[in-house]
């Protein structure tokens, strides 16, 4: 059985920085997509990063145009962790944030795509 559990969440004021992490068991994340997600209080869930699976040119990220530039996505294989680094936060940026692996190599940014979830970490930006 697949499980993701996320931690690092909290509240920071605005520009500020927060490491997420995403510790998978039964499955090894560096084999397969993994992304990271948010939802904010009356919105949808949106796709916030993804990565592919290691053994694609070593990996592809591709981000939402509103974190490029500010969030990075990574893994540490000896972990089996996945981690979204955040920096120069915004008060837009407060949500619940989940990561998920999908079955597939190939990144995505689609949430059907992904068939385990994390229980969500929240993130709150102060302005």
């Known amino acids: 059985q697949v499980q993701l559990v996320e931690s690092g969440g909290g509240l920071v004021q605005a520009g500020g920085s927060l490491r997420l992490s995403c510790a998978a068991s039964g499955r090894t994340v560096s084999s397969y997509r993994m992304g990271w997600f948010r939802q904010a209080p009356g919105k949808e869930r949106e796709f916030v990063a993804t990565?592919?699976?290691?053994?694609?040119?070593?990996?592809?990220?591709y981000y939402a145009p509103s974190v490029k530039g500010r969030f990075t996505i990574s893994r540490d294989t000896a972990k089996n962790t996945g981690y979204l680094q955040m920096n120069s936060l915004k008060a837009e940026d407060t949500a619940v944030y989940y990561c998920?692996?999908?079955?597939?190599?190939?990144?995505?940014?689609?949430?059907?795509?992904?068939?385990?979830w994390g229980q969500g970490t929240q993130v709150t930006v102060s302005s």
């Open positions: 998920a692996t999908g079955p597939s190599g190939y990144h995505s940014v689609e949430l059907e795509d992904y068939d385990y």
């Open positions: 990565i592919s699976a290691a053994r694609f040119s070593g990996a592809i990220s």
